[in-house]
Structures are given as structure tokens and as C-alpha cells.
């Protein structure tokens, strides 16, 4: 099973905004993103099905969205009003049904400093 691979990473002022991407081989079930920060478990930010349904965690609730294109096998997260505890290294996952074949992404550094 062929790495997704993010882009989009990158330094970015509190308040303002990121746009990641991930490609990704076949069509997954499942598309996220995690976040980790060193000392901290990775944690679940967002993710999306193929069908459409998206979780989000709360503290990125109303400010980071999650949107996939099937036909590219892509997925973005637009990530707005950042704050300096969104810094932090982005992972993108995805696993088919029932989290068969989990595969991580090398990561995407995000820093949110002024």
C-alpha cells in the first residue's frame, strides 16, 4: 500500500489561516488527519468518510474543516483562526472498513507563532 502524502504545512501568524492536503492511493473509507506534538500522543483532528461524513475533535470545532474529492483520492483540511496550540506536526491517515490497512502519512510540520 503506497504512503499518503501531505502537503501544505508551513508557519503561519494566530489568527490566520493553512490549507493542508493529502493524496492518497485507491479510495479509502477512511481519510484524517492527527496532530502530535513531542511528549504528547498523536490525537485525532478530523476525518472524513467516503461517503461524506466528517468528525471533527472539539478544539478545532468551527475552525478547521475537512473535505475529500473521491475522484482525486485527495483530502484537504482548511484550518482558519489559528492559535499558537495548533502548532504541531500534521499526519494524514487512512484505512479502509473496519480500520483494515491503516496507513500514516511522513507528516507536515504546522507553526502557529507570531
Known amino acids: 500500500q503506497v504512503q499518503p502524502v501531505e502537503s501544505g504545512g508551513g508557519l503561519v501568524q494566530p489568527g490566520g489561516s493553512l490549507r493542508l492536503s493529502c493524496a492518497a492511493s485507491?479510495?479509502?473509507?477512511?481519510m484524517a488527519w492527527y496532530r502530535q506534538t513531542p511528549g504528547k500522543q498523536r490525537e485525532l483532528v478530523a476525518f472524513?468518510?467516503?461517503?461524506?461524513?466528517?468528525t471533527y475533535a472539539e478544539s478545532v470545532k468551527g475552525r478547521f474543516t475537512i473535505s475529500r474529492d473521491n475522484a482525486k483520492n485527495t483530502v484537504h483540511l482548511q484550518m482558519n483562526s489559528l492559535k499558537p496550540e495548533d502548532t504541531a506536526v500534521y499526519y494524514c491517515?487512512?484505512?479502509?472498513?473496519?480500520?483494515?490497512?491503516?496507513?500514516w502519512g511522513q507528516g507536515t510540520q504546522v507553526t502557529v507563532s507570531s
Open positions: 485507491g479510495s479509502p473509507f477512511r
Open positions: 472524513v468518510t467516503s461517503g461524506g461524513s466528517t
Open positions: 491517515k487512512t484505512e479502509e472498513w473496519g480500520g483494515r490497512y491503516p496507513s
